[in-house]
């Protein structure tokens, strides 16, 4: 029974496992049997030359056939044997050359684990050592592909395979195995690792391209995409990227190419020798590889084409849908003939360029379209009206066809006064903006004529049902008084104002609304007055301004009186007009996102008043013959006149006798009357009294008669009132009717 050795040799290399004492007693012979591994014959047969250790001890049971070296000698392979215990490690001189041990280096090699590992490179070390440790821990084989370092840094490949043998008690003994030179393998497998890093790169590429073009919107995007792509593997030294319309190349984008060496071709017809007319011709790529091979092939545009210092080029067609729409120049310095795959990049790369070009194009086609078309239903210009300011903005929807229902208009009226609108028709397509186009013309025929707010509003929604499109519109016009600055304004189912005040507060004016435009032809609106302080602005805007996804309307609005109570800069001092910059602010807040879903049309009015800002002292108005609404909006105009013009005392009295004339003119006559009211100012040395003048004109030649009517009558008590209160009245025949007119003085306080 055999005993334990007395001593296991030196430790195992760093890293290998340690090798556990025998057991008491002999392995079974099975075991034994598994476990023991013939000696390689090349190693045990003492034929190889000894190099490292001065040969290896012959075993004495195994002989190596005589074939055995011959062929390993015929393929560079060589043999080693590690001694595990003593960390020795020993081959032969095909091994010690393949390992590239000189004289020097045998010198310098200790035959020990630490030292072979410190051959190897750095990042192969471990690896090796890994592998090792495995195999002596599992009693198996192994083999890998490490690099040797020489000391003057000279490089090479070496493969080998090893297995581990056990002594009588199952202990890892020994590793025998063979080494060969594998540089050639190693720089196949390099090669075939660049090559699929490259194809990596390639792939990367398609997918970074394909996405950098699905984004690009419109040509000039597409353009710069193109010229910016960082082609893998083969940088270009030129890029250019060209539209074919009308049988003329119009040059979209370009990079590495002088502007002038361009100019030629763009605009310009191609000729047919030129092989961006051959690649549009055959719709196929054109690779030249030499200018030798351009000049050969194409003599007629060699000329200009050389003065570019290119030496190959690439023409890549953009196909789309079946027609030829333009042509891409991949251009490189230096002569070079493409490969296969490199060729298959290029085409993959034109393909993709002319599916964006081809959207761009239409979306470029349409967005022109829709803003032409919506440039002809807007006004071109708004009037300059003295007394007034305005200032509109239109901002196209974020995304779709950018064109839609909404408008605005500034309205001259008879009189000097103005009249506002702000409207959106339902929708959000041509149909829609056609559909505006209509409405806008009807309703500023309608508020040209001369009617009145209420009735221009009714028309409208009468013309819009009329038109039978199963469209509505919201509207909110407002007419305003330009010599004193009273706005009358009429709303459908559309916002309300909102107004600055001259303190720079801002704050919503409720109007009283009606149904929108083309719903009920026979609905009737109702008009809503509020005044304006000289320098105080009229905001009316359509709900894209103010309404969002996320945004409701309350914080819309909220958001819109922010943003106009903040400060505006001094008209003297500010390079444009303070409403200007106020429009610009105001739109500023919706302009930045690209993800807006609805149009906005925006419209501001300043009421400048009169030089010195005080209202003008004359109020003119008609009021129909069957309008007898119009009487209160007359009596209310002249309350805010005497109060703005500093005679407040004459309110009461000037209303009610103002009331009687207006109403009698409109009793006993089938006509209008004008109605006017001036007051003058006498110099501070005559007192500085004023004097109001009230005149009604109609076309009557009817006198009015003084009569005492009786205690039950209900008429006739006009004039005793006019007589009774004023300081003078009278009538005078004009032309076709009569004026009637009273006056009322007292003190100024102006």
Request: proline share 7%; net charge negative.
């Amino acid at each position: 029974m055999p005993t334990e050795p007395e001593s296991q040799g030196p430790s195992l290399p760093p890293g290998a496992p340690a090798v556990q004492p025998p057991p008491a007693v002999r392995p079974p012979a099975q075991a034994t049997r598994r476990n023991s591994v013939r000696t390689p014959p090349a190693l045990a047969s003492g034929r190889l030359a000894p190099v490292l250790s001065g040969g290896l001890p012959p075993s004495s049971g195994d002989s190596m056939p005589d074939w055995l070296e011959p062929a390993m000698a015929a393929n560079g392979i060589g043999s080693f044997d590690w001694d595990i215990r003593r960390d020795v490690l020993e081959g032969d001189q095909r091994a010690c050359t393949i390992l590239g041990l000189d004289s020097v280096e045998r010198d310098r090699f200790d035959r020990t684990a630490a030292s072979f590992l410190s051959l190897l490179h750095p990042e192969d070390a471990p690896v090796v050592r890994r592998r090792v440790e495995r195999a002596v821990a599992e009693l198996g084989q192994c083999g890998a592909y490490y690099r040797t370092v020489g000391p003057n840094g000279t490089m090479r490949a070496v493969r080998f395979r090893g297995r581990v043998l056990a002594d009588a008690f199952g202990r890892a003994s020994r590793m025998v195995g063979f080494v060969w030179d594998a540089t050639v393998e190693l720089h196949k497998r390099d090669r075939a690792d660049r090559l699929a890093q490259l194809r990596e790169e390639r792939s990367r590429f398609i997918k970074e391209a394909a996405r950098a073009l699905s984004e690009a919107v419109t040509v000039r995007d597409v353009a710069r995409v193109f010229t910016e792509l960082p082609l893998p593997g083969l940088p270009p030294d030129g890029l250019v990227l060209a539209a074919f319309e009308a049988g003329r190349a119009r040059i979209l984008g370009a990079s590495g190419y002088r502007s002038q060496a361009l100019a030629v071709w763009d605009r310009a017809v191609l000729p047919a020798g030129h092989p961006a007319a051959e690649a549009l011709r055959n719709r196929a790529p054109v690779f030249i590889s030499s200018r030798e091979d351009f000049r050969d092939r194409h003599p007629d545009v060699w000329e200009q084409t050389s003065s570019t210092g290119r030496g190959s080029w690439a023409y890549l067609p953009l196909v789309a849908s079946g027609r030829a729409i333009g042509v891409c120049v991949v251009s490189f310095d230096d002569e070079r003939e493409l490969d296969a795959d490199e060729r298959t990049l290029l085409s993959t790369l034109g393909g993709l360029v002319a599916q964006s070009l081809a959207r761009a194009r239409l979306h470029d086609a349409e967005h022109e379209l829709a803003a032409g078309l919506q440039r002809v239903m807007l006004p071109r210009t708004v009037p300059s009206i003295s007394g007034v300011t305005t200032a509109v903005r239109y901002l196209a929807a974020g995304s779709g066809l950018q064109i839609g229902g909404d408008w605005y208009d500034v309205v001259p009226l008879p009189g000097g006064h103005v009249g506002l609108v702000i409207g959106d028709v339902q929708g959000h397509d041509v149909h829609a903006a056609g559909i505006m186009g209509q409405l806008r013309i009807a309703l500023r025929a309608y508020a040209a004529e001369g009617h009145p707010p209420a009735a221009v509003m009714a028309r409208a929604s009468r013309f819009l049902a009329d038109l039978d499109t199963d469209h509505f519109a919201t509207c909110t016009y407002a007419e305003v008084n330009v010599d004193y600055g009273v706005v009358y304004a009429v709303r459908a189912g559309h916002l309300d104002p909102v107004v600055r005040r001259a303190d720079g507060t801002a704050a919503v004016v409720p109007v009283a609304g009606g149904l929108p435009l083309g719903i009920d032809p026979d609905q009737e609106y109702r008009v809503t007055r509020f005044s304006l302080d000289p320098g105080e602005t009229v905001v009316l805007c359509t709900d894209g301004l103010v309404e969002a996804r996320g945004m409701d309307l309350d914080e819309g609005i909220g958001r819109l009186t922010g943003t106009l109570a903040r400060p505006l800069p001094v008209a003297d001092e500010a390079a444009r007009d303070p409403l200007e910059e106020l429009a610009d602010r105001i739109a500023s807040q919706a302009a930045d996102s690209n993800e807006r879903e609805d149009d906005i049309a925006l419209l501001l009015l300043r009421w400048d008043g009169p030089a010195g800002g005080l209202a003008a002292q004359q109020l003119r108005r008609r009021i129909g013959q069957a309008d007898l609404a119009r009487v209160a909006e007359v009596r209310a105009e002249l309350r805010d006149a005497l109060r703005r013009w500093g005679v407040a005392e004459f309110i009461d009295t000037a209303e009610l006798l103002s009331s009687e004339l207006v109403t009698n003119a409109i009793r006993h006559t089938d006509r209008d009357a004008m109605f006017t009211a001036r007051l003058y100012r006498e110099p501070a040395s005559d007192g500085g009294r004023a004097r109001l003048r009230v005149e009604v004109e109609d076309e009557s030649d009817l006198w009015p008669t003084r009569r005492t009517p009786g205690e039950q009558a209900s008429s006739g008590r006009g004039l005793m009132l006019v007589e009774a209160l004023a300081d003078a009245w009278g009538v005078e025949p004009r032309g076709s009717g009569k004026r009637m007119w009273f006056e009322l003085s007292g003190a100024s306080a102006a």
